[in-house]
């Protein structure tokens, strides 16, 4: 049977309904009907009729939209989504809420798995070693170690650029996609807010204080508003494009880029300002100063990237995205001996960017207050 939720249409085997009914009750039952009740903004739903024992039953089969946006686009989503609700219903005050009888996955050979009794999930996935994969804050340590740059690292800065530019090729129309992941730049419990929660109490720190960063959260809701509708831009993303073990280099010198997150689609600045800035930080944390050999990664990465795509409104779309992560750079928490002056310096380049109409390549000194 077919049906439809929001504007998609999905394949139920009748023999699979059955078979997962079975496996519920422990029981011989047979569908008696399946016809779909209504949809709203979020959810479709459709009343299954099945008899057990001769018995009569009567279940409502909820399904997520994933057309509307609030939060669903992906099946990440819908899946938090239905169990959450299936924990919620099922530790409700007695009496005062119906019971959810499972949360069952649809897989695409038409099978019904029950998912609803799960207290976790297990992410499986091919082992990487070390010796598959250099991380490219080797390289980084090295550099600043060495104060130098060699002909590797200026083609390894080269081989970022191309990843990067063909991975952004990939464009999708979607507004709601790209909206949503502006306001998971501001509020997603990963990104800029969620980030500030996990910060000691900023009533004691030292290079910081609550007043300045209302003030940083304040201009990125402003920022949000000004970008949200450049939905143009959309384009296949990492989602956390660092040196700390998810860009790795092959023996060959092939890039590795591991642990995609967040968001499959979004804006192309997300993955430029996250490396770039580590070229920054690097800098600040072991000289204090954006200086060379960081200065000329930093040049040549983001001139290379701004050549290769002719992406010259990345400039007036990164600020917030170099405020997020300048605030995951100076966390306590992640560089806890990095002194109270260079935690200053970064905290000095958001706000001026910030307060900035567009990011000017040759003025990252200028922001940190230099």
Same mark, same amino acid.
């Given at each position: 049977m077919r049906v439809r939720v929001g504007s998609r249409i999905y394949n139920l085997k009748e023999s699979e309904l059955k078979e997962f009914v079975v496996r519920r009750f422990k029981k011989k039952a047979r569908i008696v009907g399946l016809r779909k009740l209504g949809e709203g903004f979020h959810n479709a739903g459709f009343l299954l009729t099945l008899k057990v024992d001769g018995k009569e039953h009567h279940w409502v089969m909820r399904m997520v939209r994933g057309d509307t946006g609030?939060?669903?686009?992906?099946? $990440?989503?819908?899946? *938090?989504?239905?169990?959450?609700?299936? +924990?919620?219903?099922?530790?409700?005050?007695?009496?005062?809420?119906?019971?959810?009888?499972?949360? *069952? *996955?649809?897989?695409?050979? $038409? #099978?019904?798995?029950?998912?609803? @009794?799960?207290?976790?999930?297990?992410?499986?996935?091919? &082992?990487? #070693?070390?010796?598959? $994969? +250099?991380?490219?804050?080797?390289?980084?340590? =090295?550099?600043?170690?060495? =104060? *130098?740059?060699? /002909?590797? /690292?200026?083609?390894?800065c080269d081989m970022l650029v191309d990843y990067l530019a063909k991975l952004h090729s990939r464009k999708k129309k979607n507004p709601i996609l790209y909206k949503r992941h502006i306001r998971d730049l501001i509020g997603h419990g990963e990104m800029l807010m969620g980030v500030v929660d996990t910060y000691p109490d900023l009533r004691k720190l030292d290079f910081t204080n609550a007043k300045e960063i209302e003030g940083i959260e304040m201009k990125a809701v402003e920022w949000r508003n000004k970008i949200k509708f450049k939905d143009h831009r959309l384009s296949r993303i990492h989602g956390d494009f660092h040196p700390f073990g998810n860009i790795r280099f092959r023996r060959d010198n092939?890039?590795? !880029?591991? /642990?995609?997150?967040?968001?499959?689609?979004? &804006?192309? !600045?997300? @993955?430029?300002?996250?490396?770039?800035?580590?070229y920054v930080f690097f800098s600040v944390w072991h000289y204090g100063k954006f200086l060379d050999p960081f200065k000329t990664l930093f040049n040549r990465f983001m001139n290379g990237y701004l050549k290769a795509t002719g992406d010259e409104e990345l400039l007036g779309i990164i600020p917030p995205f170099y405020a997020f992560r300048g605030l995951v750079v100076t966390h306590p928490h992640y560089y806890p001996d990095m002194e109270h002056t260079k935690r200053r310096s970064i905290l000095t380049f958001i706000v001026n960017i910030l307060n900035s109409d567009r990011f000017e390549v040759d003025r990252v000194e200028e922001y940190l207050g230099a």
């Open positions: 609030w939060g669903h686009d992906y099946l $990440g989503d819908r899946a *938090a989504t239905l169990l959450l609700q299936h +924990q919620l219903f099922n530790t409700a005050p007695e009496g005062t809420c119906c019971r959810s009888i499972d949360v *069952a *996955a649809l897989l695409g050979n $038409g #099978k019904i798995v029950s998912v609803g @009794d799960a207290t976790e999930f297990l992410g499986l996935v091919e &082992e990487v #070693k070390d010796t598959d $994969g +250099q991380p490219y804050s080797e390289d980084l340590f =090295r550099i600043a170690h060495d =104060r *130098a740059v060699n /002909d590797q /690292d200026l083609k390894r092939s890039v590795m !880029a591991l /642990d995609l997150a967040r968001e499959e689609y979004g &804006e192309p !600045a997300d @993955d430029v300002s996250s490396l770039s800035m580590n």
